[in-house]
């Protein structure tokens, strides 16, 4: 397996890998959703705003991992959104989705992003590291369904701090319904 940052290469195959990892783990219709939200993410937002974390091997990619820019609206820090995450069904349960959590996290560390924030499941991305947060310390872009599952990890001492101002995501994610 190996793990890569390359976008452009793989651009055709990731609204696929989306699509039926979360047609298979969340129903049809999640599935697609999630696969016209990559396709936008990847077609629609400037390159400076996303970033991957991409696991292959060789022409078959395993999974993937999004992420793109979240802006505050009085604070200077970089944050990211890490959303949305798929690994191929065939592949799970073998630590591909962890690895790729690493090497996303390790890519923007060496960007000098300052924190990244994702929306699931506390027990899967806390063994990243991830913690949960309050809108108080973070506020989401669109309210949450799943206030739960708003988490955040600090990658630079300036991001254990409160963030200032209402946030703003890319606009592939500028809608209530994926939040």
């Not at 705003?49 to 609206?73: M, Q, T, Y």
């Not at 690994?87 to 996290?105: A, N």
């Not at 899967?124 to 708003?150: C, N, Q, R, T, V």
């Amino acid at each position: 397996m190996i793990l890569s940052a390359e976008i452009s290469q793989w651009s055709d195959a990731l609204p696929k890998l989306f699509q039926q990892a979360f047609s298979d783990s969340e129903g049809e219709d999640e599935g697609k959703v999630i696969g016209a939200l990559v396709s936008d993410l990847l077609s629609n937002t400037p390159q400076d705003d996303l970033r991957a974390a991409i696991a292959h091997d060789g022409p078959k990619v395993l999974g993937c991992i999004l992420f793109s820019r979240l802006r505050f609206e009085r604070d200077t820090r970089q944050v990211f959104l890490m959303s949305p995450v798929a690994v191929r069904t065939d592949h799970q349960k073998s630590g591909i989705g962890q690895r790729l959590i690493g090497f996303g996290l390790d890519g923007l560390r060496n960007a000098n992003v300052d924190y990244v924030v994702t929306y699931g499941d506390p027990a899967y991305y806390g063994k990243s590291g991830f913690l949960p947060i309050s809108e108080d310390f973070a506020p989401s872009p669109m309210p949450l369904s799943h206030p739960h599952g708003w988490l955040g990890q600090a990658l630079t001492e300036a991001g254990a701090t409160p963030f200032k101002g209402p946030s703003h995501c890319v606009e592939a994610f500028n809608k209530p319904e994926l939040w």
